[in-house]
């Protein structure tokens, strides 16, 4: 048996054990219903194949990571590469670099030309002129001087000097130089196309075009010089990555759709910025490819960008001769930027270490600060006062910024430099810092930072409490600064996960197509369909479904001010309110709930943390900033402590808390969450004799702040009884037989249309809705006038904002006159329930707006004058002096004691033992 079968039967019993672990894993996580194993469970055999071929261990092995390993060493064949080993003069122990190094001291034209002789430099330009499209061969000396160039520490090259160079060293005519420039640096198709591929910055020199080439280019040139000089195994891992990137998303295939050539023909057909990559999908297609973009990010992301771009060439005329009428001017493929996710190794701030460096990581923490959206100037050009010089110089945001030379080159001015904003050549930056997630630590471990940056249109994706998962190449800061050593590190961002930003989701065409049906499907009935969804198995209740629908979507879009709309339900305990709530959770894109009872002010909206390393205050957002854009529920919201709600007022009116302390102060975080509270009466049942606002727990200003509140109450009824007895054995029906609830419209598809509801659907509003709005406000407020107190205008803010959200429910192009009326039926009955005043039996605004009813309303008033006098001679008020003072007013022992309580929870006091302090 020759040598090379016996690798090969060695390497299929491996190949074949480890397909048995691998399907006895999946078979265990199957019937356990595990979605997660700890890669300790796997055996250390498994673990270094993984190692080896991927080049890391993920940090939780899933079912799809399994099941792609099992395709891999499915298709895998060892059989032994034929290389003439003799052949390979480099010794085995000298590194990639070192050997780049010995060949490269300095990359000079004629030294390269020289080495390879005559008939390997013809080779190296044909290929050249092959990989990147150039013209003719010749053209290629153009690449390799700039690199000759770029050795005297010129990186961005201004055209005068390449056409010196292509006469001196080249030998190129003036008629050769001519076409050069057309070729390579004109305005025509053929000259931005090369550059695109070519270059990743563009500048000018003295007024004229100045230009650096990829090191992405630049490798690969080294690397074809490696091999034609016979150093194959090092060259060839450079060479293939396009080949590799343009195979793996012609041909790899999910379910049998053609994913990623599907989304170029997107491209062609629409345009866009992106272009997202799973790398499972890579893993399960091209382990090499995979190894090699956790190795290498730089030059893979380059080749999978150069990948799409050469695509796009070719699905293009496909498409054109099936669809002509796309296209009427000459085809200009996309530039996009390659986004790689779903990385099976999550690493953590803390974990940032030398050997990283370089490398293609996902980094998962909080974002504890962010910066404004601000422009980077890749090239900063200088302008020379006295003579006029220009000086380009290239920036990168892991360095300390460019500064000109003191003297002038051309004039010898000493600090004549004026810098030029207009001919700077600049992008959008977005700085920021990732803090370990307490969760992730371990007991002992201390929570640590990383810096981070995103360049270009992905500036502003992450706001400061979201919880992000940061895919991109781990960077080293190239200047010493006097901090501690896990500040040098810099993560380069190229692709944000929002963990806690549910309602920013990508909709596919299908899901959109999905969501559209429903408008044909139900038409102006949607927004019922949708609250009949809604805990269907809690009968009635339709007008807190609609307003819990609404909620959802909010108004955004409607106006600069306040488009959340919060809702509270308060009532008997039992009856319901907090499932309602809390079936929000399956349903809504983004939801977070707390417990009334275990929540704090610090919880809710923002606390201060003292970095142990750094001495430096940092602000960590709570529940409210983590929510932001979607539902946060605060269950059993009259146990939060007064402090804590009162807490809660600028999030509801303003969508921001501004926290102050340890010397951080002018800081606004933003806090649009939309609010869903469930309050219990203090008595513990509502008592119909009594205003609904004495017998909740919550302070009035809070309270003005809900636009709708819901009161339940638990009383007997023949038919609901028995509507409820059914409703709940038919739930454990269910349950029994594992059924998810049956609503009219499924889970997935709610979510999907709540997402594309509230950020993609934005009705006008016209005159006539206007109109109408208004009137109906009048009508408002002549009838509680008549009965009481008028209402304020924030009862019209809510009707617009009502109004607005159930037009964009409908996927309605306009606020019209069935959203106005919806509008105002559910503000009308929330009104009877928080402003009815159960003595008159009518709707007295004033109790809404004052906190006590109209027949009350001047003798408070004539308590709140009489306590403001008192409290100016008082720090501290006696109880004495309170009830002896009023009384001498008019004012009953009861009905003072009444107004103590109520100016209490209204927030004008506080009751202190035998004092009473006014606030």
């Known amino acids: 048996m020759s040598e090379a079968e016996k690798v090969r039967r060695a390497s299929d019993k491996l190949k074949d054990k480890l397909i048995e672990e691998i399907e006895n894993l999946l078979r265990q996580m199957d019937e356990e219903g595990l979605e997660h194993l700890d890669p300790a469970v796997l055996s250390p055999m498994l673990r270094i194949w993984i190692r080896g071929q991927y080049g890391f261990l993920p940090t939780s092995i899933t079912k799809d990571l399994l099941n792609a390993y099992k395709v891999v060493l499915e298709n895998y064949r060892a059989v032994p590469r034929s290389r003439n080993t003799e052949e390979q003069s480099v010794p085995d122990n000298q590194s990639e ?11 000079r034209y004629r030294s390269v030309k020289n080495k390879l002789g005559s008939e390997k430099f013809e080779a190296l330009l044909k290929s050249l002129k092959e990989t990147y499209g150039l013209p003719r061969p010749v053209h290629a000396n153009t690449i390799l001087i700039m690199m000759d160039i770029m050795e005297d520490g010129i990186e961005l090259i201004p055209l005068s000097l390449i056409e010196k160079k292509l006469g001196e060293d080249v030998g190129f005519t003036k008629s050769m130089i001519a076409r050069m420039r057309k070729d390579f640096f004109g305005s025509g198709n053929t000259a931005k196309s090369l550059q695109a591929v070519l270059f990743d910055a563009i500048g000018e020199v003295n007024g004229e075009p100045a230009f650096r080439l990829k090191d992405s280019v630049v490798k690969f040139v080294k690397a074809k010089i490696l091999e034609l000089l016979g150093y194959e195994q090092e060259a060839e891992d450079l060479l293939d990555y396009t080949n590799s990137a343009k195979d793996f998303l012609r041909n790899f295939k999910r379910d049998g759709e053609e994913v990623y050539l599907e989304k170029v023909r997107e491209l062609v057909r629409e345009g866009g910025k992106d272009f997202y990559v799973d790398y499972l999908d890579l893993v399960r297609y091209d382990p090499r490819l995979a190894k090699a973009l956790f190795d290498e990010p730089d030059l893979v992301l380059g080749a999978f960008e150069n990948a799409v771009r050469e695509l796009q060439e070719e699905v293009y005329e496909e498409i054109a001769r099936l669809e002509p009428e796309l296209f ?58 006295k003579c006029g010089h220009e000086l380009g110089l290239l920036n990168r945001p892991t360095r300390e910024p460019a500064r000109p030379p003191s003297k002038c080159p051309s004039c010898g001015a000493k600090r ?91 909709l596919s065409k299908k899901d959109v197509k999905e969501v559209l049906h ?24 339709e007008s807190v479904k609609k307003a819990l629908a609404l909620a ?63 001495g430096k205050f940092t602000v960590k957002g709570g529940l409210l900033v983590l929510g932001s854009d979607g539902i946060v529920i605060v269950d059993e919201f009259s146990s939060l402590k007064r402090e804590d709600i009162n807490a809660l007022k600028t999030c509801m009116e303003h969508g921001f808390v501004a926290p102050a302390k340890a010397g951080i102060s002018n800081m606004k975080l933003r806090a649009t969450a939309t609010i869903i509270g469930t309050a219990n009466p203090k008595a513990g049942r509502i008592d119909r004799r009594q205003l609904l606002i004495d017998q909740l727990d919550v302070p009035f200003p809070v309270l003005t702040r809900f636009d709708l509140i819901f009161a339940f109450f638990d009383e007997p009824e023949k038919e609901k009884d028995e509507e409820i007895g059914w409703s709940i054995l038919s739930e454990v029906k269910r349950r029994k037989n594992r059924k998810p609830p049956k609503r009219v419209i499924e889970a997935e598809l709610l979510k999907k249309l709540f997402a594309y509801a509230r950020f993609n659907v934005f009705p ?11 009137e109906e406000f009048k009508r408002i407020r002549r009838k ?32 019209e006159r069935i959203d106005v009326e919806e509008a105002v039926r559910l503000v009308w009955e929330s009104l009877e329930y928080v402003a009815y005043d159960p003595e008159t039996g009518e709707i007295d605004a004033s109790i809404l707006e004052v906190g006590v009813p109209s027949r009350e309303r001047e003798r408070f008033e004539l308590f709140v004058r009489v306590m403001e006098r008192l409290a100016r001679g008082y720090d501290g008020i006696p109880l004495e002096v309170v009830f002896r003072t009023l009384e001498e007013k008019g004012l009953q022992e009861d009905e003072i004691r009444l107004f103590l309580e109520k100016g209490e929870r209204l927030n004008y006091l506080q009751v202190e033992g035998e004092f009473v302090r006014w606030l």
């Open 97 to 107: 670099e070192h050997r780049e190094h010995s060949m490269f001291p300095t990359f």
């Open 328 to 385: 009427d001017d000459e085809f200009e493929p996309v530039e996009v930027r390659v986004k790689v996710g779903n990385f099976p190794r999550v690493f953590r701030p803390r974990d940032m270490r030398p050997d990283l460096v370089g490398k293609f990581v996902a980094v998962e923490g909080y974002v504890t600060s962010a910066s404004k959206v601000v422009p980077f100037f890749e090239v900063a050009m200088y302008v020379c006062t």
């Open 416 to 506: 004549a430099w004026d810098f030029d904003v207009k001919k700077s050549r600049k992008v959008e930056i977005q700085h920021f810092v990732v803090r370990d997630a307490p969760e992730s630590l371990h007991v002992g471990e201390n929570p640590k930072e990383l810096s981070a940056y995103i360049l270009g249109s992905g500036a502003g994706a992450v706001d400061v409490g979201d919880k992000v998962v940061l895919y991109g190449i781990l960077r080293v800061r190239e200047t010493l600064r006097k901090s501690v050593a896990e500040s040098d590190y810099v993560l380069e961002v190229i692709h944000v996960e929002q963990l806690n930003r549910g309602f920013q989701v990508e």
């Open 518 to 541: 429903l408008k044909d499907l139900y038409g102006d009935d949607l927004p019922d369909a949708v609250a009949r969804s809604i805990a269907p198995w809690i009968g009635g209740y």
């Open 552 to 614: 959802v979507v909010s108004a955004e879009g409607l106006w600069d001010k306040r488009t959340t709309i919060h809702v509270l339900l308060a009532g008997d305990p039992g009856v319901g309110k907090s499932r309602l709530a809390l079936d929000l959770e399956n349903i809504a894109p983004k939801v977070l709930t707390a417990e009334g009872g275990g929540s704090s002010r610090a919880g809710l909206t923002a606390s201060f943390e003292k970095d142990e390393l750094t």
């Open 764 to 774: 006008e509003i016209d005159d006539e809705v206007g109109r109408l709005m208004v």
């Open 784 to 815: 509680t006038k008549q009965s009481g107190a008028p209402v304020s205008r924030r009862v019209m803010d809510a009707i617009v904002r009502l109004a607005y959200a159930h037009a964009k429910l409908r996927l309605a192009e306009k606020v």
